[in-house]
Nanobody, 123 residues
């Protein structure tokens, strides 16, 4: 069992940066692939980025590639999402998620979810 708590979401101007954090409680954090998803009003929940158990492999959604960076610290049970060059279309609730095993992108593949943190990007 893993509990996930996100933080760092806020209102930011377009072009700005934010760093989201997700802290996991429970055992064996390093046995979980981690991911960030986001959901905007009226839209489906989509994967933003994912990282393997060791941190050696990452995946980025096409709309964030080159702007966002996912990282993890297994000693501190944390995963981060560094977001740069933010755009209004990045506005969404951002969720941290965990699954046993390797990276996958569909949300249904993830077993544990945080409560979400709101990111709002203004013009």
């Amino acid at each position: 069992q893993v509990q996930l708590v996100e933080s760092g979401g806020r209102l930011v101007q377009a072009g700005g940066s934010l760093r989201l954090s997700c802290v996991a409680s429970g055992r064996d954090f390093s046995s979980y692939a981690m991911a960030w998803f986001r959901q905007a009003p009226g839209k489906e929940r989509d994967v933003v980025a994912a990282i393997s158990r060791s941190g050696g492999s990452t995946y980025y959604g096409p709309s964030v590639t080159g702007r966002f960076t996912i990282s993890r610290d297994n000693a501190k049970n944390t995963v981060h999402l560094e977001m740069n060059s933010l755009k209004p279309e990045d506005t969404a609730v951002y969720y941290c998620a965990a699954r046993s095993g390797q990276i996958l992108t569909p949300d249904w593949a993830y077993d544990y979810w945080g409560q979400g943190t709101q990111v709002t990007v203004s013009l």
